[in-house]
């Protein structure tokens, strides 16, 4: 039998570390630690976000759009109350993105370095 892997931590490349650190303690109300030297958030079931400042960052483009930096994968948090959450990352620094298709279900939004997430109806 092989043993099960499981995910350790989420690694988050970004401009400014200690900003998104901020963005997403805020947001998840996730507690704000440091973990391998880096700034981290963690939540109470041992998730845990890094972020590490990579000098060339370039956020990505959604929707894709040929030729410019594709996302590599997003973030899909589920919420009791869709609206209010994204009240709330607004007013942390998130952005609405312009275009959504999630209808009553979900909002596609960018965190402060440009990553998309969705906040969506549990």
């Not at 410019?68 to 209010?84: I, L």
């Not at 620094?93 to 939004?109: I, L, P, W, Y």
Request: aromatic share 12%.
């Amino acid at each position: 039998m092989v043993d099960e892997v499981v995910l350790g931590n989420v690694m988050v490349d970004c401009d400014d570390e200690r900003k998104l650190q901020r963005f997403y303690g805020e947001l998840l109300g996730w507690e704000m630690c440091e973990l391998f030297a880096r700034p981290a958030v963690s939540s109470s079931s041992g998730i845990v976000f890094l972020f590490i400042e990579e000098k060339d960052y370039v956020p990505p483009v959604w929707p894709e759009d040929t030729g410019k930096q594709q996302k590599q994968m997003h973030f899909d948090f589920q919420v009791d109350n869709v609206a209010e959450m994204v009240k709330k990352a607004e007013s942390l620094g998130a952005k609405k993105a312009e275009s959504q298709f999630g209808g009553n279900d979900f909002v596609t939004m960018f965190d402060p370095a440009g990553h998309p997430f969705c906040l969506c109806r549990k």
